[in-house]
């Protein structure tokens, strides 16, 4: 068998002291869950341009990475599956509250941190957390470490 890592791209994005998450409805226990836009990358796809798209499909945003907040490799504990999350911070833009969001979103939900600490087991992954503890360390790649050859 040929051990395989997800990628994924993520966004954290801060507006006036709130962090855009994402409400998932998941179809299984809980429910609901929350995180940051994010997805998995697609064949031939950049991870700028992923994690652009993530957002927007999760969201209604435009977003415009200005840096990476770091790399993190997770093992889902239920499934054994080892994810690689490429985050990002960068510029909110425009909202397009009428664009269609992808299968299973909720909707966009601005949150303070206090709010994000309360959520507990409703987040995704600790990854979630660990992302905003990162960017609020003040965590910032420049995009030009990535490379696509």
């Known amino acids: 068998m040929v051990w395989t ?7 954290v994005i801060e507006n006036e002291g709130k962090f855009l998450l994402v409400e998932e409805d998941t179809g299984q226990e809980p429910h609901t ?4 836009p994010a997805g998995h990358l697609e064949d031939g796809e950049s991870l700028i341009n992923a994690v652009i798209r993530e957002t927007l499909e999760e969201t209604g945003y435009d977003f415009t990475p200005t840096a990476l907040t770091g790399i ?17 911070t960068g510029k909110l833009g425009q909202y397009y509250p009428e664009h269609p969001l992808d299968d299973g979103i909720v909707g966009p939900r601005w949150l303070s941190l206090q709010e994000i600490s309360r959520l507990g087991s409703s987040l995704r992954s600790p990854l979630v957390k660990r992302c905003i503890e990162d960017y609020q360390f003040g965590q910032r ?3 030009t470490l990535l490379h696509d050859v």
Do not use: G, H, K
Not at 5 to 11: G, I, M, W
Not at 33 to 36: H, K, T, W
């Open 33 to 36: 869950v929350f995180n940051q």
């Open 141 to 143: 790649f420049p995009l």
């Open 5 to 11: 890592p997800r990628a994924t791209v993520s966004a």
């Open 72 to 88: 993190y490799r997770w093992i889902e504990p239920n499934s054994a599956e080892t994810y690689l999350r490429f985050c990002f």
